[in-house]
C-alpha cells in the first residue's frame, strides 16, 4: 500500500453509527449545570449586582471564588470573571450553578446589575487604542528609484468558526484532584490556563479530550476560559460543573476572525515592482490573548509567493469593546494575502497585464530570500503548478470566454507549516511515546486532537506503514493529561508535518524491536532542523522551516438583474509534499474551499453597539451543498525531507486562496475593483452605482 492510497477513516464506525461519545452524552454522578450571567454594557464599571436570595440548591460563582482571576495565554491579560469592570459586552461576570436547568433560568431573570458605563471604542485603525506593533524590513526601501506608486487600501469583517458541536466543558473536582473532560483543540493549553488560576499542582490537574465536533481554530484558546470556569464551579461547590453554550450564546461570546484593514504601497519603476509597504490592522477586541501571534503569520506572509527585494510592513493590534477575537484557519493570513492578491490583480490591470503573466516573473524560487530575509531551503515548483492550473482550467481559453457578468480569478498562496520562527524549539518542545505490548498492539501517545479533519487516520497510518503493520494494530485514543506527553496544541498545520513527523522517527526506532516479546516504549522529542534561523526581537529569518503552497482559480456568473454571485468551478492545484492518505487530504480541500467561498460571498457578520448581530443559522449565512461550486483538484508532489514520508502541511492552506480568487473573478467579470470581504449582492450595487 502506498502512503498517499486511499483507506477509510479510524473512526467512521464508530460516528456513523452513533456511538462517539460527546461531552453532552457523558454521564456524571451529581452533576450541576452551569450558566452565565454577562454583561449588558461594552465598557464600564460595574457598581452593584443585586441577587435575590440564593436558594440552598443554587450557586453563585464570581471572580472571588479563583485562585488567580486570570486565564493563561500567551498574553495573559483576560479575566475568568469580570471583576467590578466589564470591557465587553457578553464578558462573564459570574456562572450560577444548580441541578435544575429551569431553576437557574428563573433565578437569573430577577438578578439586576447597576452600571457606571462608560465611553466604548468600536472602530479601529489609525494610531489610536493600539495593543501591540510589529514592523520588519527588507533591502533598502527608503532609497528607491521609482516612477510611481500604487497604492489601494482593503478590508475583511468578523468570520465564524461554526462547528457543529457547541462548546461544552465538564469540571469534576474531588480528593484534591482536578479532571476536566470536554471539547478542545489543545489539552495543555487547558492544564497549563487551570495549573495558574487554581493553585493546583501539575500532579494534581488531569484533562480529557471528548470527542470533538469541530473547532476550525475556535476551540484553541477558549476552552481556556471556560475550563477556568467550570473549575472554580466545582472547587466550591464539590461536585462536577458542566456548562455548555447554546448556539447564539456560543456565535455571540466566543472569538471570531479578526476584522482587519491594510493598506498596500507598490512602488513601480519601468513598469516592474520596485518595492512594496504594507500596513495592516486587525480589531483584537478587548483582550490580547492570541492576536500578537496571528498578527505576527498575518505579516510574516505578506508578500505571498512573490520575490519583493525593497520592503517595508508594519502590523497592528487594536483594542476595542468588540468581542474578543482569535484562532481561526489561517491564523491571519486569510487577512493578508486576500490583500495581497487583490492588490497583484489591480497592479497587473493597471499595467495591462495578463494577471498570470505578470505574476509570473516574482514568483519565488529555491535559493531567493523570503520577506524576513531567511532562505527557501527547498525546491518551490509555483511555474509547474501555474502550468497544470492553466491546463487543468483551459485558462487562455476560458478567458476569452468571459464577459457579460462572467469572470474568471487566481491566487497563489504559501503557507508556512507549524509555530513562526523558533516557537516549535523553544516554546511547544513536542514529545510523543509508542508503546507496544506483549500482544504486538502499538499505542500511540500524543496530546493531538481528532476533531473531525482525520488526524486519528493519518497518525495511525503513518505508525502503521512504518512498522509494516495492519492498521488494526494500531490504537489512538483521546488525549488524556494523565498519560500523554505535551507534543503540542492541535494548530497551526503542524499535527502530520510535525507530530507525524516524530512519529515517523519513533516508529522507526521501534520497528527493529517489533519482534520481542517485551512492553517497549519509544521517546520523541522535537529537534529544530539546523538551517532554522530566526530573530524574534527584528523578525529576521526562517519564519517557516518548510511551507506549502496553492494555486487557485475560480470562475465565477454573476445574475445580472439582482447581482446575486454564484462561484460556478474551483480549480486549484496543490504542494503539500506527500499526501498522507488522498481521501482524507481531499476531504481538507473540499472543507477549505466550502469555508473560503463562505469569507468570500456569504458569510457577512457585523456588530452594532458592540454586540454580533448575525447570531443564528437564519441570520448568519454558511454554504450549503447548493451553493459548492464544481470541483476540479489536484497536486504536484514534491517531498519535504523533514516531514513523514515529505508530508507537509495542509489543513489551513486549502482555504485561504479561494477567498481572493473569486473575488478577482468578480472584478474580471464586472470590472469593478474588490477591495473589501465578504463580497454581496448590495456592495456591488453600490459600487457600481458610485
Known amino acids: 500500500m502506498k502512503i498517499t492510497d486511499r483507506i477509510s477513516r479510524v473512526d467512521v464506525v464508530e460516528k456513523i453509527s452513533g456511538k462517539a461519545r460527546y461531552i453532552e452524552d457523558m454521564k456524571f454522578e451529581n452533576l450541576h449545570y452551569g450558566r452565565t450571567l454577562r454583561s449588558e454594557i461594552a465598557k464600564g464599571r460595574i457598581k452593584c449586582i443585586k441577587y435575590p436570595d440564593i436558594p440552598e440548591n443554587l450557586w453563585v460563582i464570581d471572580a472571588d471564588d479563583t485562585f488567580i482571576n486570570q486565564v493563561k495565554m500567551i498574553e495573559t491579560d483576560m479575566p475568568i470573571f469580570a471583576d467590578g469592570y466589564v470591557n465587553y459586552r457578553g464578558e462573564p461576570i459570574a456562572l450560577i450553578v444548580g441541578r435544575d436547568k429551569n431553576e437557574i433560568i428563573r433565578f437569573m431573570k430577577n438578578i439586576e446589575v447597576e452600571y457606571e458605563e462608560e465611553e466604548p471604542v468600536f472602530e479601529f485603525g489609525g494610531n489610536e487604542n ?49 479532571i476536566i473532560h470536554g471539547s478542545m483543540q489543545c489539552p495543555y493549553y487547558i492544564k497549563n490556563a487551570l495549573i495558574h488560576s487554581t493553585g493546583l499542582a501539575d500532579h494534581d490537574i488531569r484533562v480529557i479530550q471528548t470527542e470533538t465536533g469541530g473547532a476550525f481554530g475556535g476551540k484553541e484558546e477558549y476552552p481556556s476560559l471556560l475550563a477556568c470556569q467550570v ?36 512602488y513601480l519603476k519601468d513598469n516592474r515592482i520596485a518595492g512594496m509597504e504594507f500596513d495592516f490592522g486587525i480589531d483584537a477586541g478587548p483582550y490580547l490573548g492570541l492576536s500578537d501571534v496571528v498578527l505576527q503569520r498575518g505579516i510574516l506572509s505578506l508578500t505571498g509567493c512573490y520575490l519583493i527585494e525593497n520592503l517595508r510592513v508594519k502590523g497592528r493590534t487594536y483594542r476595542t469593546n468588540n468581542v474578543f477575537t482569535g484562532a481561526f484557519r489561517g491564523f491571519g493570513a486569510p487577512q493578508t494575502l ?55 482550467a483551459g485558462y487562455y481559453k476560458l478567458k476569452e470566454e468571459m464577459g457579460n457578468y462572467r469572470g474568471i480569478g487566481m491566487s497563489f498562496i504559501p503557507h508556512g507549516g507549524g509555530f513562526t ?3 516549535e524549539a523553544e516554546h511547544i518542545k513536542s514529545v510523543v511515546k509508542l508503546v507496544k505490548d506483549v500482544n504486538g498492539y502499538v499505542r500511540i501517545l500524543v496530546s493531538s486532537v481528532e476533531m473531525g479533519q482525520g488526524a486519528k487516520t493519518v497518525l495511525s497510518k503513518i505508525v502503521a506503514s512504518v512498522l509494516e503493520i495492519d492498521m488494526d494494530k494500531v490504537i489512538y485514543d483521546n488525549p488524556d493529561t494523565l498519560y500523554v506527553p505535551d507534543s503540542g496544541p492541535t494548530v497551526a498545520s503542524r499535527t502530520t508535518m510535525v507530530v507525524g513527523g516524530l512519529l515517523y522517527k519513533a ?35 526562517n519564519a517557516y522551516m518548510s511551507y506549502s503552497w496553492s494555486a487557485v482559480l475560480a470562475v465565477v456568473e454573476i445574475d445580472p438583474l439582482t447581482l446575486e454571485i454564484t462561484c460556478k468551478d474551483i480549480y486549484a492545484v496543490y504542494d503539500v509534499g506527500m499526501p498522507i492518505d488522498e481521501r482524507t487530504f481531499l476531504g481538507q480541500v473540499h472543507g477549505g474551499i466550502a469555508q473560503g467561498l463562505g469569507y468570500a460571498i456569504l458569510e457577512v457578520m457585523t456588530s452594532k453597539d458592540g454586540l454580533i448581530e448575525h447570531n443564528n443559522f437564519s441570520s448568519y449565512t454558511v454554504p450549503t451543498i447548493v451553493d459548492m461550486p464544481r470541483m476540479h483538484t489536484d497536486w504536484i508532489l514534491n517531498p519535504y525531507e523533514e516531514g513523514p514520508f515529505g508530508a507537509k502541511a495542509a489543513g489551513e492552506l486549502t482555504l485561504v486562496g479561494v477567498a481572493p480568487a473569486i473575488a478577482a473573478a468578480i472584478e474580471n467579470a464586472l470590472d469593478v475593483e474588490i477591495r473589501e470581504l465578504p463580497v454581496t449582492s448590495e456592495k456591488l450595487l453600490k459600487e457600481l452605482l458610485i
Open 507 to 541: 516508529a522507526l526506532r521501534l520497528k527493529d524491536k517489533m519482534d520481542s516479546s517485551d512492553e517497549i516504549e519509544v521517546i520523541e522529542h522535537y529537534r529544530q532542523p539546523d538551517y532554522v534561523k530566526w530573530d524574534q526581537e527584528n523578525l529576521r529569518g
Open 231 to 266: 473549575a472554580a464551579a466545582s472547587m466550591k461547590i464539590g461536585a462536577p460543573v458542566r456548562l455548555i453554550f447554546d448556539r447564539r450564546e456560543d456565535i455571540v461570546y466566543t472569538t471570531k476572525r479578526h476584522p482587519s484593514k491594510t493598506i498596500v504601497k507598490t
Open 338 to 392: 486576500f490583500a495581497l492578491e487583490m492588490h497583484m490583480n489591480q497592479l497587473a490591470s493597471h499595467l495591462g497585464y495578463d494577471p498570470l503573466e505578470f505574476r509570473r516573473p516574482y514568483f519565488v524560487k529555491r535559493g531567493d530570500l523570503s520577506s524576513t530575509s531567511g532562505i527557501y531551503n527547498e525546491e518551490i515548483k509555483l511555474d509547474e503548478m501555474a502550468d497544470r492550473l492553466v491546463e487543468m
Open 130 to 178: 493600539i495593543f501591540s506593533e510589529q514592523e520588519y524590513t527588507k533591502g533598502d526601501i527608503e532609497n528607491l528609484d521609482y516612477d510611481e506608486v500604487f497604492e489601494r487600501s482593503y478590508s475583511t469583517g468578523y468570520q465564524e468558526q461554526l462547528y457543529m458541536e457547541k462548546h461544552g466543558l465538564v469540571g469534576d473536582y474531588s480528593d484534591g484532584k482536578l
Open 421 to 423: 520562527g523558533d516557537g
